[in-house]
């Protein structure tokens, strides 16, 4: 038999894709069990928390603003730069406090046609590399990923209706922006029925294919008001970034188990694969494990491990893929 159990304490919470084998006795040709691992990305800036204020900053730090369009009247109203920034929440207790705010601060973003906030390689608005942390992740081959928001509309008396767009996306060659997945948000009283409590949106990528055209290349992340201009006023609040790469599901190496009754002694052995460490637990009751060899490391070669059969009394062991 085979079954993926808990992590033994020493991997909880590490990056590691969860393969367990366990084996029971003498079992032959033993696949192992595997699931696809998924890796938190970080995002810079992902929670608005810089600039700090005690009240609205226009500036939003690691992030660009789209360009102004040349048919926004720059001298009514408002400025084009002052159509998004960061803002602090009110104390708890205050009517228009947002209650699951992450940090203390978070985005505002007109309705306005146009208006937007990205994030890639090459986009900022800060030059200073210590508020600006580098936003390198790319498009990985076989990967997919997730992208989670928190959206709060019905802002300054938003229409209904009124759509923002979240992507991730890539740039080509010429810098141009091309979507690899959209989500669209539509304001509505049912949805944001208070105006206290952020709701997650959430962007999902298909499995990254080598003939993609944004294979490989840096990702961004985009916030980009569809608004027609009829509908224009009010505002959206977001808050909370977060990325998630669901790392490529490999076909899950075999196992084998040679036994030596000579020598009262068994061999367990795996095609080892490049960038994977290993370790190998054993078990007398499938609760309790204690390592017998962690790290194992291997490039494309068999990994073999030959234990005696009758000392420990244990009956139980698998393997865990470590990876990088």
Do not use: C
């Given at each position: 038999?085979?079954?993926?159990?808990?992590?033994?304490?020493?991997?909880?919470?590490?990056?590691?894709?969860?393969?367990?084998?366990?084996?029971?006795?003498?079992?032959?040709?033993?696949p192992?069990?595997?699931?696809?691992?998924?890796r938190?990305?970080?995002?810079?800036?992902?929670?608005?928390?810089?600039?700090?204020?005690?009240?609205?900053?226009?500036?939003?730090?690691?992030?660009?603003?789209t360009?102004?369009?040349?048919?926004?009247?720059?001298?009514?109203?408002?400025?084009?730069?002052?159509?998004?920034?960061?803002?602090?929440?009110?104390?708890?207790?205050?009517?228009?406090h947002?209650?699951?705010?992450?940090?203390?601060?978070?985005?505002?973003?007109?309705?306005?046609?146009?208006?937007g906030?990205?994030?890639?390689?090459?986009?900022?608005?800060?030059?200073?590399?210590?508020?600006?942390?580098?936003?390198?992740?790319?498009?990985?081959?076989?990967?997919?990923?997730?992208?989670?928001?928190?959206?709060?509309?019905?802002?300054?008396?938003?229409?209904?209706?009124?759509?923002?767009?979240?992507?991730?996306?890539?740039?080509?060659?010429?810098?141009?922006?091309h979507?690899?997945?959209?989500?669209?948000?539509?304001?509505?009283?049912?949805?944001?029925?208070?105006?206290?409590?952020?709701?997650?949106?959430?962007?999902?990528?298909?499995?990254?294919?080598?003939?993609?055209?944004?294979?490989?290349?840096?990702?961004?992340?985009?916030?980009?008001?569809?608004?027609?201009?009829a509908e224009?006023?009010?505002?959206?609040?977001?808050?909370?970034?977060?990325?998630?790469?669901?790392?490529?599901?490999?076909?899950?190496?075999?196992?084998?188990?040679?036994?030596?009754?000579?020598?009262?002694?068994?061999?367990?052995?795996?095609?080892?694969?490049?960038?994977?460490s290993?370790?190998?637990?054993?078990?007398?009751?499938?609760?309790?494990?204690?390592p017998?060899?962690?790290?194992?490391?291997?490039?494309?070669?068999?990994?073999?491990?030959?234990?005696?059969?009758?000392n420990?009394?244990?009956?139980?062991?698998r393997?865990?893929?470590?990876?990088?």
């Amino acid at each position: 038999m085979a079954s993926p159990l808990n992590a033994p304490k020493h991997l909880r919470n590490s990056r590691i894709g969860r393969m367990g084998v366990i084996f029971a006795g003498i079992v032959l040709g033993m696949p192992m069990v595997m699931v696809a691992e998924k890796r938190a990305l970080l995002v810079p800036n992902g929670s608005f928390e810089s600039p700090t204020t005690d009240f609205v900053n226009i500036r939003v730090d690691g992030w660009l603003k789209t360009a102004r369009p040349a048919d926004y009247p720059e001298g009514g109203g408002f400025l084009w730069d002052q159509l998004a920034g960061v803002f602090r929440n009110t104390p708890p207790g205050s009517p228009d406090h947002l209650s699951n705010m992450d940090g203390k601060q978070a985005l505002y973003l007109f309705a306005i046609p146009g208006v937007g906030l990205l994030k890639d390689a090459t986009s900022t608005d800060s030059p200073d590399s210590s508020t600006n942390p580098t936003f390198s992740h790319r498009f990985e081959i076989g990967s997919r990923y997730t992208l989670r928001v928190g959206v709060l509309g019905q802002g300054g008396g938003m229409r209904p209706g009124v759509p923002i767009d979240i992507d991730l996306y890539w740039r080509d060659e010429l810098g141009k922006i091309h979507s690899v997945s959209t989500t669209r948000v539509t304001n509505s009283q049912a949805l944001y029925p208070d105006r206290q409590q952020f709701v997650d949106e959430v962007v999902v990528t298909p499995l990254v294919q080598p003939t993609d055209p944004w294979a490989g290349h840096p990702m961004g992340i985009r916030f980009l008001s569809q608004v027609e201009d009829a509908e224009r006023g009010g505002y959206w609040d977001l808050d909370n970034i977060r990325l998630e790469q669901e790392l490529p599901d490999l076909e899950a190496p075999r196992m084998t188990l040679r036994v030596d009754p000579t020598s009262q002694s068994w061999t367990i052995s795996w095609p080892g694969r490049r960038g994977e460490s290993y370790d190998l637990m054993e078990s007398s009751d499938l609760l309790a494990w204690s390592p017998v060899v962690l790290r194992l490391t291997a490039n494309d070669t068999t990994i073999e491990q030959t234990l005696p059969i009758g000392n420990s009394g244990h009956n139980f062991m698998r393997v865990f893929v470590r990876r990088p």
